[in-house]
Every structure is written in structure tokens, then in C-alpha cells.
T-cell receptor, first 116, second 115 residues
Framework: AQSVTQLDSHVSVSEGTPVLLRCNYS??????LFWYVQHPNKGLQLLLK??????LVKGINGFEAEFKKSETSFHLTKPSAHMSDAAEYFC??????????????FGSGTRLLVRP | GAVVSQHPSWVICKSGTSVKIECRSL??????MFWYRQFPKQSLMLMAT?????????EQGVEKDKFLINHASLTLSTLTVTSAHPEDSSFYIC???????????FGDGTRLSIL
């Protein structure tokens, strides 16, 4: 079965400093992995996705994530945080792999706080 | 492109009433729509998957007689919470996909409060 684990429930950074949101996955196959962002009382916006092409995936708003099979990780990073990045971030895996139109399995979420 | 509209965004109603939530794909045809439930400070849990013209597939533990899903057209799916009770209060989010291996596009959610 596919699953993802987000290692931090809250991450707090200062504006202008790097962001690291950690995610580990468990999958019997080569997984399809996603990062979504949710602002308060809003739906979800896709930041980026990995589908077995390049291991370093670039997304919107300056975010990127690196797929590391040896570490079963898919951490989300951004070089410099903006106040507008404050939101809830979800690491997601699709089941079955490769079919993002089917079932998405969400991690527990990481709330990113950005201090002025 | 790929805009999903959910209506209403917020609804408050009395216990025992039924509430209908609409999910529309505004600029694409959605062969598959999904309904999620999110409790405060928690992740999204898939409730059911619906394909246009077919019966919805419910996840384990979700009462299909309680949460009625209709996907009568390629641009509209509805979720009806029947005989709602305070424990049904939650944030309900829909998503829609154009087809196999196409990403899900999410609505802005509906906050349901049952008094």
C-alpha cells in the first residue's frame, strides 16, 4: 500500500530564509508524488509533481522537490520564504502509481509559518 | 484553465435537515470527480469517487445512504448530506479530473456547520 509521512506538523521560518518541508513515502512501486498547498478555508493548489522523470522537480512559486529513492524521500524546498507562503502543505501519493486521476493519499500536513 | 467551483462556500443549518453541495468544472469536462472531508487541523480523507453516469464508489467507513453523490453530467457533481447532525460538521472539498492520468483540480471547499 502507498503512504506518505510528513515529518513535521509545524515549520517556522523567517522571511527570506530557506524552507524545508520533509516527506517520506512508502510504496511497492515507483510512486507518483505531489505537493499541494492549502491556504485557510481554501481548496488545494498543486505545487509540483513527480512521475518518474527528472528526480529534481521544479514547481510554481519558486518551490522544488527532489525525489531520492535511496532515502524514500520527497522533500519540498524553497530558497527564500515569502510571507505569502504561509499555509498548509500536503505531501501526496497517488494510488495506483502513475494515475493522478485516481485515488490520492494525503500526508498529515505541515503548517508553514513565516515570521516577518 | 481547469477551474473548479464549489457552492455554497459556507452553510449553517439545523440538525436533521439535508444539505446539498455542488461541484462544477467550469472550463473542462470532468470524467471523474472526488469528494473529500477535512476535519480541523487534519488532512483530507477521500470519501468517494464518482464517474459521470455511474454510481459513486465509496471509501470504507463512509455511509452511502448518508452522503448521496450524483454525477449526472460531465461538469457537475453533487454531494447531499442527508439528515445532517453536528458530527457531520466539517470542511468538504471536491476535485475534478479530465481523465486518466490527469491531475485533480480542487474546489475551494464548503464549510458545513450543523447546529
Amino acid at each position: 500500500a502507498q503512504s506518505v509521512t510528513q515529518l513535521d506538523s509545524h515549520v517556522s521560518v523567517s522571511e527570506g530564509t530557506p524552507v524545508l518541508l520533509r516527506c517520506n513515502y512508502s510504496s511497492s512501486y515507483s510512486p507518483s508524488l505531489f505537493w499541494y498547498v492549502q491556504h485557510p478555508n481554501k481548496g488545494l493548489q498543486l505545487l509540483l509533481k513527480y512521475t518518474s522523470a527528472a528526480t529534481l522537480v521544479k514547481g510554481i512559486n519558486g518551490f522544488e522537490a527532489e525525489f531520492k529513492k535511496s532515502e524514500t524521500s520527497f522533500h519540498l524546498t524553497k530558497p527564500s520564504a515569502h510571507m505569502s507562503d504561509a499555509a498548509e502543505y500536503f505531501c501526496v501519493v497517488s494510488d495506483p502509481p502513475g494515475d493522478s486521476s485516481y485515488k490520492l493519499i494525503f500526508g498529515s500536513g505541515t503548517r508553514l509559518l513565516v515570521r516577518p | 484553465g481547469a477551474v473548479v467551483s464549489q457552492h455554497p462556500s459556507w452553510v449553517i443549518c439545523k440538525s436533521g435537515t439535508s444539505v446539498k453541495i455542488e461541484c462544477r468544472s467550469l472550463d473542462f469536462q470532468a470524467t471523474t470527480m472526488f469528494w473529500y472531508r477535512q476535519f480541523p487541523k487534519q488532512s483530507l480523507m477521500l470519501m468517494a469517487t464518482s464517474n459521470e453516469g455511474s454510481k459513486a464508489t465509496y471509501e470504507q467507513g463512509v455511509e452511502k445512504d448518508k452522503f448521496l453523490i450524483n454525477h449526472a453530467s460531465l461538469t457537475l457533481s453533487t454531494l447531499t448530506v442527508t439528515s445532517a447532525h453536528p458530527e457531520d460538521s466539517s470542511f468538504y472539498i471536491c476535485s475534478a479530473s479530465k481523465g486518466r492520468n490527469q491531475p485533480q483540480h480542487f474546489g475551494d471547499g464548503t464549510r458545513l456547520s450543523i447546529l
